[in-house]
């Protein structure tokens, strides 16, 4: 894959060689035009984002215009790597780092000085796809929004894509290689997961060979439908219904669990749940130190896990009216203005605040239980301060790269996000942040013996001072279904 790619230096620059005083600006800026390799045709909707060079984890991401044009604004001195990615918009084109490269540590980083605008052209090759139909098992009728997945080595999605109303769905931008597809309603249809054939895990499914730019068709898929609960949250004393309580549901028998977050009016549902009993609690979000894990209530208003009520379930029933109350409100992160353009530069960069707080990482190994991460965190901003920000969790992970011959083959790592959530602290406050793992992150770790792996967690701070610090991933989920 060719690419041209120009990196200018910004109106601040420029006027100072000319002797010209400009007005204030607050950060630098990264721009640029993304275009088709073949045909030099305009990409609308792509996804482009900035990583800092130290840690390779995505700080902020803009999209693409319909001339192809983006803009990363208000970035301080720093070096990058930046991404272009298709994967919101399921589109054809190949994702890839700058400058024409597949994995972070092998990108170009771009250089950033507070006053500085750079630009960063990019033209991507088109990739294969995987397509087919999702069918019922027992209808033979269309299943709509079926979450499709198509996954390279080691189970890590290259790309994934809802089900239409005909029930089919289909996998752009792939690199060429081999691929498992799997099938899940991902609490959206009430259908159990699978891989193609009928397989239950990535090792075990039947593996499609991708060639770019051609396209693989008819990897369709029968679904069997599985049982489901559904329920709402309200407030104690209030009634109100409360949005972003995380509602978990674990087996009585065996390890299987899941979890899902309450929508706008408190309501929540856990589908393509296998026969069995299962317990369901309400609020697993942020839990005091050092209590440990628990949810605030069980259902019928259990105050333990050994006092809850079991639901005995099995496809393709449907269980109404699991209800909930919780005291504690999820801290919902207020819409922030969006950073303004740089009109001009300054001869000085722009004061630091007086006062910054600052954010510790508690140390030790990090629970993964029903879906969610606990990491522990100390807002350290004063009593009348607070803290809030972004939890990351991220892992390396090394991939065979080949080397020419006569040449060292160096070492290549691909930085993977396990998973995210956002905090909000007062001073002084201990807190465990529940940070939830993507579906195929999870599916990872449990590749792992005893669920357990070293990541990093990365934690920033508005208006201060972010942490980082080296963690180990345990617990005992196992895959969706799996029996103990």
Same mark, same amino acid.
């Given at each position: 894959?060719?690419?041209?790619?120009?990196?200018?230096?910004?109106l601040? @620059?420029?006027?100072?060689?000319?002797?010209?005083?400009?007005?204030?600006?607050?950060?630098?800026?990264?721009?640029?035009?993304?275009?088709?390799?073949?045909?030099?045709? %305009?990409?609308a909707?792509?996804?482009?984002?900035?990583?800092?060079?130290?840690?390779?984890?995505?700080?902020?991401?803009?999209?693409?215009?319909?001339?192809?044009?983006?803009s990363l604004?208000?970035?301080?001195?720093?070096?990058?790597?930046?991404?272009? *990615?298709?994967?919101?918009?399921?589109l054809?084109?190949?994702?890839?780092?700058?400058?024409?490269?597949?994995? =972070?540590?092998?990108?170009?980083?771009?250089? @950033?000085?507070w006053?500085?605008?750079?630009? /960063?052209?990019?033209?991507?090759?088109?990739?294969?796809?995987?397509?087919?139909?999702?069918?019922?098992?027992?209808?033979?009728?269309?299943?709509?929004?079926?979450?499709?997945?198509? *996954?390279? =080595?080691?189970?890590? +999605?290259?790309?994934?894509?809802?089900?239409?109303?005909?029930?089919?769905?289909?996998?752009?931008?792939?690199? =060429?290689?081999?691929?498992?597809?799997?099938?899940?309603? #991902?609490?959206?249809?009430?259908?159990?997961?699978?891989?193609?054939?009928d397989?239950? *895990?990535?090792?075990?499914?039947?593996?499609?060979?991708?060639?770019?730019?051609?396209?693989?068709?008819?990897?369709?898929?029968?679904?069997? +439908?599985?049982?489901?609960?559904?329920?709402?949250?309200?407030q104690?004393?209030?009634?109100? +219904?409360?949005?972003?309580v995380?509602?978990?549901?674990?087996?009585?028998?065996g390890?299987?669990?899941?979890?899902?977050?309450?929508?706008?009016?408190?309501?929540?549902? !856990?589908?393509?749940? +296998?026969?069995?009993?299962? !317990?369901?609690?309400?609020?697993?979000?942020?839990?005091?130190?050092p209590?440990?894990?628990?949810?605030?209530?069980?259902?019928?208003?259990?105050?333990?896990? #050994?006092?809850?009520?079991?639901?005995?379930?099995?496809?393709?029933?449907?269980?109404s009216?699991?209800?909930?109350?919780?005291?504690?409100?999820?801290?919902?992160?207020?819409p922030?203005? %969006?950073?303004?353009?740089?009109?001009?530069?300054?001869?000085?960069? %722009?004061?630091?605040?007086?006062?910054?707080?600052?954010i510790?990482?508690?140390?030790?190994?990090?629970?993964?239980?029903?879906?969610?991460?606990?990491?522990? !965190?100390?807002?350290?901003?004063?009593?009348?301060?607070?803290c809030?920000?972004?939890?990351?969790?991220?892992?390396?992970?090394?991939?065979?790269?080949?080397?020419?011959?006569?040449?060292?083959?160096?070492?290549?790592?691909?930085?993977?996000?396990?998973?995210?959530?956002?905090? *909000? @602290?007062?001073?002084?406050?201990?807190?465990?942040?529940?940070?939830?793992?993507?579906?195929?992150?999870?599916?990872?770790?449990?590749?792992?013996?005893?669920?357990?792996?070293?990541a990093?967690?990365?934690?920033?701070? /508005?208006?201060?001072?972010?942490?980082?610090?080296?963690?180990?991933?345990?617990g005992?989920?196992?895959?969706?279904?799996?029996?103990?």
């Open positions: 894959m060719a690419r041209s790619a120009r990196l200018t230096l910004g601040g @620059l420029c006027m100072a060689i000319i002797g010209v005083v400009p007005a204030a600006a607050t950060a630098g800026q990264i721009s640029g035009t993304v275009t088709a390799e073949a045909g030099g045709a %305009p990409i909707g792509e996804h482009v984002c900035q990583f800092e060079r130290t840690g390779a984890v995505e700080e902020s991401c803009t999209e693409t215009d319909a001339e192809g044009h983006y604004i208000s970035l301080p001195t720093g070096s990058y790597v930046i991404k272009f *990615s298709g994967w919101k918009g399921n054809p084109w190949i994702d890839e780092f700058y400058d024409n490269e597949y994995r =972070s540590d092998e990108a170009d980083a771009v250089a @950033l000085n006053d500085e605008r750079l630009t /960063v052209d990019a033209q991507l090759a088109e990739g294969g796809s995987i397509s087919g139909t999702v069918t019922d098992e027992g209808t033979g009728e269309p299943i709509a929004g079926v979450w499709a997945c198509a *996954s390279a =080595s080691g189970g890590i +999605p290259g790309r994934c894509a809802f089900s239409d109303a005909a029930g089919h769905y289909r996998l752009n931008g792939l690199r =060429s290689g081999e691929y498992a597809v799997e099938f899940e309603g #991902a609490n959206r249809v009430n259908y159990l997961h699978e891989y193609y054939r397989a239950e *895990s990535w090792a075990g499914s039947e593996k499609i060979v991708v060639e770019e730019p051609n396209q693989v068709t008819g990897i369709d898929a029968q679904l069997a +439908p599985g049982a489901q609960i559904l329920g709402q949250v309200t104690v004393g209030t009634g109100v +219904p409360v949005p972003g995380f509602v978990c549901l674990q087996a009585v028998e390890e299987f669990q899941d979890c899902e977050d309450t929508d706008a009016a408190g309501d929540y549902a !856990l589908r393509g749940l +296998p026969a069995g009993s299962y !317990l369901v609690g309400f609020n697993y979000g942020y839990v005091s130190l209590d440990g894990l628990h949810a605030e209530q069980w259902w019928q208003g259990a105050s333990s896990k #050994a006092e809850a009520t079991p639901i005995t379930i099995a496809p393709p029933e449907t269980r009216g699991i209800d909930g109350q919780v005291a504690h409100i999820p801290y919902v992160e207020p922030s203005a %969006p950073p303004t353009e740089i009109t001009a530069a300054t001869s000085s960069p %722009p004061p630091a605040p007086a006062v910054k707080p600052r510790s990482i508690r140390r030790g190994r990090v629970p993964v239980i029903h879906r969610h991460a606990r990491v522990g !965190l100390l807002c350290r901003a004063g009593t009348s301060g607070s809030r920000g972004t939890v990351r969790l991220v892992i390396r992970r090394k991939l065979h790269r080949r080397g020419r011959q006569g040449r060292h083959r160096k070492a290549a790592y691909r930085t993977i996000v396990l998973g995210r959530a956002r905090y *909000s @602290l007062h001073g002084g406050e201990r807190k465990f942040v529940a940070v939830r793992l993507k579906r195929w992150a999870l599916r990872f770790l449990r590749r792992t013996r005893h669920h357990r792996l070293r990093r967690s990365i934690v920033t701070l /508005v208006g201060g001072h972010g942490a980082h610090r080296a963690i180990v991933l345990e005992r989920a196992r895959r969706r279904g799996a029996r103990g």
